[in-house]
């Protein structure tokens, strides 16, 4: 990581991310929407970026409840830099009053209708390898014709001694 580069993104940058994400670039979620219910789903987009979003069911948790986008809790930048929600504040100077820059603030309501559309139909990322066993493999066994060869003249030496 370089020496000048703040620790912190700012969320307008992650705002950007998330509009690559809107214009077609391609991403990962670790679980898909549905798995996900309402918590948080994570995605990572080919830029590297990692972001954390959100999800909460619309009038509080109970049962048949649809999850909407609600914020985005954290993001990553592939140089090592980070945003959680909390971390940016329009005006650090009014103390309490402040209020939470977040990046879902910046985009209208039909790119953010359109981002949830594009996050309900993520795609995953790949099952691990199963660690448990699996069914044996058979080899079969290849003559090898050298081994013959090997048998007929150990019979020759053995019929040829004086």
Do not use: H, N
């Not at 580069?5 to 991403?27: D, H, K, N, S, Y």
């Not at 971390?87 to 985009?107: H, I, K, M, N, Y």
Request: glycine content about 6%; proline content about 9%; some cysteine.
């Amino acid at each position: 990581m370089e020496q000048d580069l703040p620790i912190r993104c700012r969320a307008e940058e992650v705002t950007a991310q998330l509009r690559l994400v809107l214009a077609g670039m391609p991403f990962l979620a670790e679980r898909s929407w549905q798995e996900v219910g309402w918590g948080r789903m994570r995605i990572e987009l080919l830029s590297l970026w990692r972001i954390e979003l959100l999800l909460e069911p619309v009038g509080g948790p109970g049962p048949g409840m649809a999850p909407l986008l609600s914020l985005v809790a954290l993001a990553a930048a592939p140089d090592g830099r980070s945003w959680v929600y909390g971390c940016q504040r329009d005006d650090w100077t009014l103390g309490p009053a402040s209020q939470v820059v977040e990046p879902l603030q910046f985009l209208s309501a039909e790119e953010r209708s359109a981002l949830e559309v594009l996050l309900r139909g993520a795609r995953c990322w790949p099952d691990p390898i199963s660690t448990e066993p699996q069914a044996p493999v058979v080899l079969l066994e290849k003559q090898i014709r050298p081994k013959r060869r090997r048998q007929r003249q150990a019979r020759r030496s053995l019929t040829e001694i004086p």
